[in-house]
């Protein structure tokens, strides 16, 4: 799968009017994230077991 056919959707952290948008999109094996005001810049790519490590560790915070 390339990232021009991944399923992008806005995390429901990201306020609905101002300026901080990150997007998520999932595949089994990644998860993708990207910044919504830049769509074509650097994004971040990270392991479903590595993505559930960081979850869980904000989740304590």
Do not use: Q
């Amino acid at each position: 799968m390339t990232t021009s056919t991944l399923t992008w959707f806005k995390s429901s952290y990201s306020s609905a009017d101002g300026p901080d948008c990150v997007e998520v999109a999932i595949t089994p094996a990644t998860i993708h994230i990207r910044d919504s005001k830049n769509k074509e810049g650097a994004r971040l790519t990270f392991k479903d077991a590595t993505w559930t490590e960081f979850l869980a560790f904000t989740a304590d915070r």
